[in-house]
């Protein structure tokens, strides 16, 4: 296949098949936030073969606590509306991506599976890799981070110590179940982990007075802190302004956006210094991308992170995150703690630094119903 003539916003693609298939992937420890636990990850494979042949693949993981969705209400959503929006249609990648936003209302994760699968068939469809068609290049990369998840402040130091030992220079704190437990936490972290430069996710854990008087007291100590990311509840718009306003370590936005909407509000308000964009939380990477340029016009950096989500959902943010020039930050290490790296391709990382493997589409191979199977008991449900 060769690089079409055509411009490839305005390649005319027609969907012949909508698929999903399920998976259960398990994690090599707990992952422990100030919402849930989670020790093994269920998700979903979307798969969208166009006219000709060309299949891409996109996917959606359960995250009840973030987004409300499950396997089962991914299924119905990909099964019924998503679908029927999809399937026979015909249009630019555009106007593709625009059916599955307004399918139904809500089912950010299912939507980003699917709109994520039409992306990947399409820049296949193109044999070109996904970044290119999106601005960017293949052989940019950018330094990871870490996640040391919520736990005893001695499991944390740990978990720390590991990371800098595989080559990590930056660690995300999850934090937010206790101010006093806290400040034992973190103090734990930054002596096992000096040189480290740390990243602190309340997850909406703290109020308003107590998220200023912790933050202001880690600024107090020098900690090597490079933001704190949603210290207080995300319907909390004024009281998150408040704690900017208050304390001068950036304060980064996540479960508070999910559109571009939800960040013009908080740009606005100057409710944060930064925002933490997900796919998951978008329905995909257009209104990832409207999150980015509205962060663009207002001169404010971005993350791109992501749930607890498989190899392809990190695979298809990174290349939306060396793409865009808002993003100057990931958190993309879910990869690190699945205990299986399907499917193959798509990320390189070596010492904490994060690279595109290359090749047409997201660069991985197609996985298979078998790899990361589902339990017997519930594949058709
Ligand atoms: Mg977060």
Redo the contacts with the bound molecule.
């Keep these: 296949m060769t690089a079409s003539p055509i411009p490839q916003e305005a390649a005319e693609l027609e969907v012949r098949a909508v698929r999903r298939h399920r998976h259960l992937a398990p994690l090599r420890h707990p992952f422990v936030t100030a919402a849930r636990r989670t020790e093994a990850v269920e998700y979903v494979v979307a798969e969208v073969e166009l006219a000709g042949g060309v299949v891409g693949q996109g996917s959606a993981a359960e995250t009840v606590a973030v987004t409300g969705e499950d396997a089962r209400s991914i299924l119905t959503a990909l099964d019924g509306p998503l679908r029927g929006a999809l399937e026979g249609a015909r249009g630019t990648v555009g106007e593709l991506s625009a059916r599955i936003a307004a399918a139904l209302p809500g089912a950010t994760s299912a939507k980003a599976a699917l709109e994520v699968a039409l992306h990947d068939a399409w820049a296949r469809a193109a044999d070109r890799p996904l970044v290119e068609l999106l601005g960017g290049r293949v052989g940019e990369v950018m330094r990871n981070d870490m996640t040391v998840s919520l736990e005893e402040p001695a499991t944390m130091a740990q978990r720390a110590r590991e990371a800098v030992a595989a080559g990590h220079e930056i660690l995300k704190i999850k934090l937010g179940h206790d101010i006093d437990e806290d400040r034992a936490r973190l103090a734990a972290v930054a002596e096992a982990a000096p040189a480290a430069r740390l990243r602190l996710?309340a997850?909406q854990g703290w109020l308003p007075e107590q998220a200023i008087e912790i933050i202001s007291g880690f600024e107090a100590d020098g900690l090597p802190v490079e933001l704190v990311?949603?210290p207080v509840a995300a319907g909390d718009v004024e009281g998150l302004a408040r704690v900017t306003a208050a304390v001068s370590l950036p304060i980064m936005a996540?479960e508070a956006v999910w559109s571009a909407a939800d960040a013009h509000r908080l740009i606005e308000a100057r409710a944060c210094d930064l925002l933490?964009i997900k796919l998951a939380k978008t329905g995909g990477l257009r209104g990832a991308i409207e999150v980015a340029d509205a962060a663009r016009l207002a001169g404010i950096d971005c993350m791109l992170?992501a749930m607890m989500e498989p190899r392809i959902s990190i695979t298809a943010a990174a290349h939306l995150a060396l793409a865009h020039p808002a993003v100057t930050m990931i958190d993309l290490d879910p990869p690190a703690w699945f205990a299986t790296a399907l499917p193959r391709g798509g990320i390189v990382q070596e010492r904490g630094v994060l690279r595109l493997s290359g090749g047409p589409g997201l660069g991985l191979a197609p996985l298979r119903p078998d790899e990361d199977p589902a339990p017997p008991d519930g594949g058709d449900r």
Excluded: A, L, P, S
């Design positions: 996710d997850n990311e949603q996540d933490n992170g």
